[in-house]
């Protein structure tokens, strides 16, 4: 019904910066928050960051001044612009979409950040 398709996850030194787009197709109006999460080697997935419908966002502290999260409702398309990316930064970043009663994941994107 939803597919999440996410782009832009690659290598970056520390201190670099990465823009992550994530573009949704299918149902379309059943969407209503859609947001990055992200899962290290041997670490549970956790929140990056969302944003509502109205463009109303929420980050995680450890993003916070460091990330931002924006939405094309016209495009369908959700981007996470991260800045001053760290090592610890590294991980698979997955895009999702909350559907009201379930929520929709896209097949991740790897981001390595290394010197």
């Known amino acids: 019904q939803v597919q999440l398709v996410e782009s832009g996850g690659g290598f970056m030194q520390p201190g670099g910066s990465l823009r992550l787009s994530c573009a949704a197709s299918?149902?379309?109006?059943?969407?209503?928050?859609m947001g990055w999460y992200r899962q290290a080697p041997g670490r549970q997935r956790e929140l990056v960051a969302d944003?509502?419908?109205?463009?109303?966002?929420n980050y995680a502290d450890f993003v916070k001044g460091r990330f931002i999260i924006s939405r094309d409702n016209d495009k369908n398309t959700v981007y996470l612009q991260m800045n001053s990316l760290q090592p610890e930064d590294t991980a698979v970043y997955y895009c999702?979409?909350?559907?009201?009663?379930?929520?929709?994941w896209g097949q991740g994107t790897l981001v390595t950040v290394s010197s």
């Open positions: 999702n979409a909350g559907l009201g009663l379930r929520a929709v």
């Open positions: 299918g149902s379309i109006f059943r969407i209503y928050t």
């Open positions: 944003i509502a419908r109205d463009g109303v966002t």
